[in-house]
């Protein structure tokens, strides 16, 4: 049977692509969120609610004896005794109360009013029977969102410190704010950096271990780092960074740059740095990524340095990507790896934190459609759901402290590279997406390489995993699931800070600590809970730990060797950091 115009594959990809089009125009106003999503969401909810007498009324009497409570304690502070706790305690990282004047009439009944409100709200959207997990957390986060905006702390005229700010300067902080919000605005609309970024330039300040590109190729460049102790260890490392960041993360000043601290140590390194795509990249896929990058750069390794194991290293979304690369591999009997370490890498995503928030199928077709128009996610909008995670740190506190006291905070190395962010290819983003985050599929071994699932349990050789005690990307309960998933000896590690800060953590850093653990293959499971019960922190960086471990899984020292192989196709090419790292 024939099929009309209208109704064949050629009819179908026309209507199809109308619908992809309004998505696109429509996330322009939505900042790429899909308004449909977050209408099912407070549906759910306030149909639930409506039906729910009980909670209701649980709820009405909650709001009546928390706001008597906060009025005898502000009657109280005012008019008996002057150090009478607040009625309503911030979370601990929350900062917005805590500078000087807050504690002063009328300040301390703005910000404890509001708290409570927002303590209030929070309890009226969670715990409502009958309302999907997924639609609660939507409505929780996105009620918190709105909440923030009329947070006192960023009102000029409810904020003390503003106010004493005024009053000092003469109002001098607003001009200097407006400039401040004009120069970023402008930064912004020519694609600069942010004010302060242009005193660390790549390969000069950050990214400036010495090395070689010793192999390149569409979708990556590989580094080889330079020799800095008379041997080295026989076995070389390789870092793997996610693609959604730059790789000198992990190479930023000399003080705090990892590769360097490798080096130093007597390690042969080698990094994947990654290719900024482009529209034409739209095509490529998550499996390009690993034959791509992970193989090839294995391949290069092995050409320069024969018959050595590797202790392959993994980052964020690049440690996922290696531990499917490292599954493939043992289920092919290919023995190139000596060890795998994972970063703040997630091989189970039943639990990915927040984040999960703006990944349901609704969601996911929109974005789809917004990356279709453009070929690749951008920058910007991947950027833009980070900072709504943390929107208090990241965006809020930001534009009280820049446009409304007319200060600038100083800029750090972190957040110079922090702001060096990149695009993801359509295609490639969208498998992960679906496959990884809404799948699950790499946990149940579901996802495909060369035709053949991806079993984890496949992997023999010894893990060492990091967690992060803040990380609001990958949490670090959901990191510590690859114990579930792995038949293999796997050494954890909980370090404090978040998921950038957590891994940069060099020694000497002050007030910095980390918990570790070794489990045996044939050790029972224990829950992570038990597991934080039962491990006493460690005074200093983990960084020490794993040197220990990589040492103890190393053989002989030997000769440092040559940087690439001219004779075996991998001549050294530029100077590190390479071309691809440069890329806007």
């Not at 209507?15 to 308004?35: H, I, N, Q, V, Y």
């Not at 460049?221 to 000198?248: C, G, N």
Request: with cysteine; aromatic share 8%; hydrophobic share 40%.
């Amino acid at each position: 049977m024939t099929q009309s115009p209208q109704t064949g594959p050629i009819g179908h990809g026309a209507f199809r692509a109308m619908d992809r089009m309004r998505d696109a125009m429509m996330s322009k106003a939505t900042g790429g969120l899909s308004p449909i999503a977050l209408t099912l969401a407070y549906a759910d909810w306030a149909m639930h609610l409506a039906t729910s007498p009980g909670r209701s009324l649980e709820l009405a009497q909650t709001a009546a004896q928390r706001g008597g409570e906060l009025t005898l304690s502000l009657f109280n502070a005012r008019f008996t005794d002057k150090d009478t706790p607040p009625a309503v305690t911030p979370a601990p990282h929350d900062r917005r109360f805590r500078g000087e004047g807050w504690d002063e009439q009328p300040f301390r009944s703005y910000a404890q009013t509001f708290l409570l409100f927002e303590e209030l709200m929070q309890e009226a959207t969670c715990g409502v029977p009958g309302v999907s997990p997924h639609h609660r957390d939507v409505v929780s986060f996105a009620t918190r969102q709105a909440l923030d905006v009329f947070s006192p702390s960023n009102l000029p005229f409810a904020n003390p410190e503003v106010l004493r700010k005024t009053a000092e300067t003469g109002g001098r902080n607003f001009i200097s704010g407006l400039m401040n919000w004009w120069d970023d605005a402008s930064r912004a609309a020519t694609g600069r950096p942010p004010a302060g970024a242009e005193a660390y330039v790549v390969g000069r300040d950050v990214a400036a271990t010495p090395g070689r590109v010793v192999y390149r190729n569409h979708l990556m460049e590989l580094i080889q780092y330079a020799p800095a102790t008379e041997t080295v260890k026989e076995e070389p490392i390789l870092i793997v960074p996610a693609w959604i960041m730059k790789y000198y993360i992990l190479d930023l000043e000399p003080q705090n740059s990892m590769v360097r601290y490798l080096v130093g140590k007597g390690h042969t390194v080698f990094a994947i740095s990654w290719r900024n795509p482009t529209a034409e990249d739209r095509h490529l896929e998550l499996d390009d990524y690993r034959r791509l990058g992970v193989m090839k750069a294995l391949d290069a390794i092995g050409r320069i340095l024969p018959g050595r194991g590797i202790h392959a290293t993994g980052y964020c979304l690049g440690g996922t990507l290696l531990s499917i690369a490292a599954a493939a591999m043992a289920r092919q009997q290919d023995h190139r790896l000596a060890s795998v370490t994972l970063l703040a890498a997630q091989t189970d995503f039943t639990e990915p934190g927040e984040l999960a928030l703006f990944i349901d199928h609704s969601q996911m077709d929109f974005l789809d459609s917004v990356m279709w128009s453009h070929g690749y996610l951008s920058d910007g909008q991947m950027a833009g759901a980070f900072q709504m995670l943390r929107s208090n740190d990241l965006v809020w506190s930001r534009l009280v402290h820049d446009y409304l006291m007319g200060e600038r905070a100083p800029m750090n190395a972190l957040m110079a590279w922090n702001a060096d962010s990149t695009r993801m290819p359509y295609r490639m983003h969208s498998q992960y997406l679906r496959q990884l985050y809404l799948n699950n599929d790499l946990a149940a071994a579901r996802l495909m390489v060369d035709n053949h699932p991806v079993a984890l349990q496949n992997i023999r050789v010894p893990l060492f995993v990091v967690g992060t005690e803040s990380d609001h990307v990958a949490p670090w309960t959901s990191v510590f699931k690859i114990h579930q998933l792995v038949d293999t000896n796997v050494t954890f590690a909980l370090t404090s800070g978040g998921h950038n800060a957590g891994i940069v953590s060099e020694p000497g850093h002050p007030h910095r600590h980390y918990r570790i653990t070794h489990k045996r293959a044939d050790s029972p499971c224990i829950g992570h809970e038990e597991w934080l019960r039962h491990t006493e922190p460690v005074e200093g960086s983990w960084w020490e730990a794993w040197n220990d471990w990589l040492d103890t899984l190393s053989g002989d020292e030997v000769a440092p060797p040559p940087m690439g192989a001219p004779d075996k196709g991998y001549p050294p090419l530029e100077e590190a950091p390479g071309t691809y790292v440069h890329q806007r």
